[in-house]
């Protein structure tokens, strides 16, 4: 049997929009959060991360601030988590975007 995951900070149901870049480069400006957490993410995206790369999230409501990220998982084609990633931030967010 599968042991339960542990996380450092309750993830949250949340749909926001961000723009998401990868390597400095802009992939989807129209991505979307599915959960959210003090050190991470889970996005709706078109785009196609390998765990590793470094990435930017910027938040619709503040854009003038980017969250710098490590895609930590992404969603495989056919599956239940297809166009969908985890990213883990760099630094911990202080304070969750509503």
């Known amino acids: 049997m599968a042991s339960p995951v542990t996380r450092r900070s309750e993830r949250k149901p949340v749909r926001l ?3 998401l870049l990868i390597e400095g480069e802009e992939v989807d400006p129209r991505a979307l ?13 078109k785009a196609d991360p390998t765990p590793g790369q470094f990435a930017q999230v910027i938040f619709a409501d503040n854009p003038s601030q980017a969250v710098l990220s490590r ?3 992404a969603g495989r084609v056919n599956s239940d988590r297809e166009a969908e990633a985890g990213l883990e931030f760099v630094n911990p967010l202080p304070a969750l975007p509503e």
Do not use: E, K, P, Y
């Not at 959060?33 to 995206?45: C, E, I, K, N, P």
């Open 17 to 19: 929009a961000v723009i």
């Open 33 to 45: 959060t599915v959960d959210l957490s003090h050190h991470g993410v889970r996005l709706q995206a």
């Open 71 to 73: 895609v930590v998982w």
